[in-house]
């Protein structure tokens, strides 16, 4: 069965931090990419960032870069994102997938995740003032 569970989420102060974790099973791991998405009520769904498995090269949306840093453990099937500095802006319930295609060719999909083949259930993260 292909899963991807992420964890991590919480409630922090604005200036915190949170690292997410995605765990993947039921696929070829180092075959995919792995993107991490967002979603606020009442809003359009954005892409946050990405990870190629096999090479490593990353992807960050512009509002996340230089605050938000995408890692990849091969060996344990997990990708995570460490996530500093954060805003009320960042609350929302984040989401990891995988596919098949380059982050560079994904990042610039519309709407954003079009491509993932697989998606997680979510976690929330709330950053208050």
């Known amino acids: 069965e292909v899963q991807l569970v992420e964890s991590g989420g919480g409630l922090v102060q604005a200036g915190g931090s949170l690292r997410l974790s995605c765990a993947a099973s039921?696929?070829?791991?180092?075959?995919?990419?792995i993107g991490w998405f967002r979603q606020a009520p009442g809003k359009e769904r954005e892409g946050v960032s990405c990870i190629s498995s096999n090479d490593g090269s990353t992807y960050y949306a512009n509002s996340v870069k230089g605050r938000f840093t995408i890692s990849s453990d091969n060996a344990k099937n997990t990708v995570y994102l460490q996530m500093n500095s954060l805003k009320p802006e960042d609350t929302a319930v984040y989401y990891c997938?995988?596919?098949?295609?380059?982050?560079?060719?994904?990042?610039?999909?519309?709407?954003?995740?079009?491509?993932?083949?697989?998606w997680g259930q979510g976690t929330q993260v709330t950053v208050s003032s």
């Open positions: 997938a995988a596919t098949r295609a380059p982050c560079t060719v994904v990042a610039g999909l519309y709407p954003p995740g079009r491509k993932y083949h697989y």
């Open positions: 039921g696929f070829t791991f180092d075959d995919y990419a």
